[in-house]
């Protein structure tokens, strides 16, 4: 009957729009992973071109700086390649980690 016809329609209605909704949630969560990688990246190429750009002046670097200040700079140089080995290996094995681990001084 016409009343049984209205909530079957109802109930379609119903779920094309949660359907919609649904799909549309994937779709910004996908947009949202997407910009964030792409923020990682970026940060990992900046990271990536400070050490080497630090490593090419390095020498010219140390002999401004006095022993105590070589120290700190060559542990720095050094803390800087291992968050950047570690980051590009969380890249492949827990990428939403990385984000962590860039934020971590």
Known sequence: DLL??????EQ?????????????????AFQSGLEAGREVSSL???NASFIQVMENFK???LQ???????IKFEDSL??????????LK???ED???????????
Do not use: T
């Open 78 to 87: 050094s803390k800087a390649k291992q968050k950047q080995e570690l980051c």
């Open 64 to 70: 401004k700086l006095n022993p105590n200040q070589q």
């Open 59 to 61: 020498d010219l670097i």
């Open 12 to 28: 379609q209605s119903f779920q094309k729009g949660f359907q919609e909704g649904g799909s549309k949630v994937q779709e910004e």
């Open 44 to 46: 990992l190429a900046r």
């Open 95 to 105: 990428p939403l980690s990385v984000a962590d681990v860039l934020n971590d001084s």
């Open 90 to 92: 969380l890249m492949e």
């Open 4 to 9: 049984d016809q209205l909530l079957d329609l």
